[in-house]
């Protein structure tokens, strides 16, 4: 099936520490997005990609690092400069072109 | 600078009764997408509807169905015959139809449905 998928689930960090999180897709997409959602709040981009080896920072990229090295994967870092990491994040992609986004199931990361 | 606001953080329905939920738009491009997105629970964003701003008529999917007022810059969302599923956050996306592939989000509408 294709589709988007994001590991892990659950994810606890402590504080001070790097820690990455994982989106492929198989969908074939050229573009594709992280997101952060906090409680009761909308979507906010953090960093999206057009096409391999070219990202560009979103509205609260700062303490957040990506690579798109693959087309299928775009993995997001949260660095220990991100001053409150715990949120939900949410992985998307889009076909250039097209004009539908589609998500994966999202991460929870917690900073114990 | 696009921006997407939903002016109703919760909103409160009967079941098989009908809905509404509101979005307004702000940009300076003629061409656009406009989406709603429906998150469960589970928050598994799903989509529910797509309109094109350059298509006049308005876009329907099964029990849904929006009301693009272009001029005004308004995207409803309305929901026909509720039902306890559709109880979820709903959020209103747009993106410009070309350059940028950004996608840009309302804070969402809350939607409880009463049985």
């Known amino acids: 099936d294709g589709g988007i998928t994001q590991s892990p689930k659950y994810l606890f960090r402590k504080e001070g520490q790097n820690v990455t999180l994982s989106c492929e897709q198989n969908?074939?997409?050229?573009?594709m997005y992280w997101y952060r959602q906090d409680p009761g709040q909308g979507l906010r981009l953090i960093y999206y990609s057009q096409i391999v080896n070219d990202f560009q920072k979103g509205d609260i990229a700062e303490g957040y690092s990506v690579s798109r090295e693959k087309k299928e994967s775009f993995p997001l870092t949260v660095t220990s400069a991100q001053k409150n990491p715990t949120a939900f994040y949410l992985c998307?992609?889009?076909?250039?072109?097209?004009?539908?986004?589609?998500f994966g199931p999202g991460t929870r990361l917690t900073v114990l | 600078a696009q921006t997407v606001t939903q002016s109703q953080p919760e909103m409160s329905v009967q079941e098989a009764e009908t809905v509404t939920l509101s979005c307004t738009y702000d940009?300076?491009?003629?061409?656009?997408?406009l989406f709603w997105y429906k998150q469960p629970p589970s928050r598994q964003m799903i989509l529910v509807i797509r309109q094109e701003a350059y298509k006049q008529q308005n876009a329907t999917e099964n029990r849904f169905s929006v009301n693009f007022q272009k001029a005004a810059k308004s995207f409803s969302l309305k929901i026909s015959d509720s039902q306890l599923g559709d109880a979820a956050m709903y959020f209103c996306?747009?993106?410009?139809?070309?350059?940028?592939?950004?996608?840009?989000f309302g804070t969402g509408t809350r939607l409880k449905v009463l049985a």
């Open positions: 940009t300076s491009e003629s061409d656009y997408y």
């Open positions: 996306a747009y993106r410009r139809s070309s350059g940028t592939y950004k996608y840009i």
């Open positions: 969908l074939n997409h050229d573009a």
């Open positions: 998307a992609s889009s076909q250039t072109g097209a004009d539908t986004q589609y």
